[in-house]
């Protein structure tokens, strides 16, 4: 009986906390832009590359594209000349020649974090007091620049980031990634910050000016770490600027990928998150509303005489609530509604990810890049041979 009253209660606090997750979502301004821009200094984005697929050449290119006032210098960074991106990169190069864009061969292995070797050389190559940081396989609208860097003409800004979609999930195993993606992730975002300012930062485009990414120790400080971007972030904040959430939305675009991809990819994510952020990862599990409401189910069942059909209550109220919040979050992230198809994905993303969260917590093992490491406490990373 006891066990039935606790499993109410956490059933209960995982729809409240579902339901605070979406009101923070909804309220947030989602995809509003800057009316005035006054403020349009150099901008250089670094760009760390490695390998391409077949939606690496539309990525960059809509770098070369943006609509910006000021000054911009495009550098891409590649470990190999040999690499295949290189000849995307040259051609794009010569397709706009307009554009202040040049490849640099970033081969000094500077440490574990491939990508942040690459940024500390195209830094020093860089001319321009803001840096915009991206990944390679994200896209952007052509006012991207202009919306990304216009926070940093408060001197109290230390950093911006953006919200990103997971643009083309085209396989189940992707459809459940889109799931944490494109509804839960960013809406847990701004749930966390109702309480608390953000400290900390998203990788897939961050704008920073150069004096207090230098005051934090600049990238080299952050060239042993795997979730640079937290690093990154949480260093800024506690300087004591801000990190401000860009409301403009990024994508980002994947090959096709299965399960098992899709699993590493997941519980990388997770034990990222449990060393970076160990209590609040602990106690996401609570934020289920799948989970709580299920066990809570099975558990009157193994231990009430009233009939079955009384006990389905739980779930009928809380299940259909689960997948409305979800299905809208993402429409407002995504803008489409094609998504409603895989609404039934919605529960099983819940129950996948529990077992993942569970997961989290045996090894400190990673894939990463196509190798494997060993994370240390802090988030230091340690190359497995």
Known sequence: MLLNYILG???????????WQWVAGIQFPLHERVKAVGFAPGVTILKPLKGCDAETRACLQSWFEQDYAGPQQLLFGVASKDDPVCDIVRELIEA??????????????????AKVSSLIQLEAVARHEILVISDADVR????????????????????????????????????????????????????SQTLKPIDFALGAVMSVSRSPLKAVGGFET??????????????????????????????CWETPRGWG???????????????????????????????????FFISLLCTTSVPAKFLVVPLLLSLPVRMFSAL?????????????????????????????WACAFFGNTVEWRGERFKVLPGGKLKKQR
């Open 9 to 19: 209660a956490l059933a209960l606090l995982s729809v409240f906390l579902m339901l």
């Open 96 to 113: 706009f020649p307009k554009a202040d864009a040049q490849l640099v061969i970033c081969d000094a292995s500077l440490g574990p974090n």
């Open 140 to 191: 952007v609208p052509k006012d991207l620049l202009k919306n990304a860097v216009a926070p940093l003409g408060d001197s109290a800004v230390g950093l911006v980031n953006c919200f990103y979609r997971f643009a083309n999930p085209t396989t189940l195993a992707m459809r459940w990634e889109a799931i944490a993606v494109n509804a839960d992730f960013w809406s847990q975002v701004l749930q």
């Open 222 to 251: 952050l060239v042993e770490y795997l979730a640079d971007d937290y690093q990154l972030g949480n260093r800024i904040a506690k300087s004591g600027k801000k990190i401000v959430l860009c409301p403009v939305v990024v994508e």
């Open 261 to 295: 991809p899709i699993w590493i990819h997941q519980l990388r994510w997770a034990r990222t998150i449990r060393i970076c952020q160990p209590v609040p990862f602990f106690f996401s599990i609570l934020s289920n509303a799948t989970l709580w409401p299920l066990l």
């Open 328 to 356: 809208k979050l993402e429409e407002k992230l995504t803008r489409n509604e094609s998504h409603y198809l895989y609404a039934w994905m919605i529960p099983v993303k819940d129950l996948l990810n529990a077992v993942i």
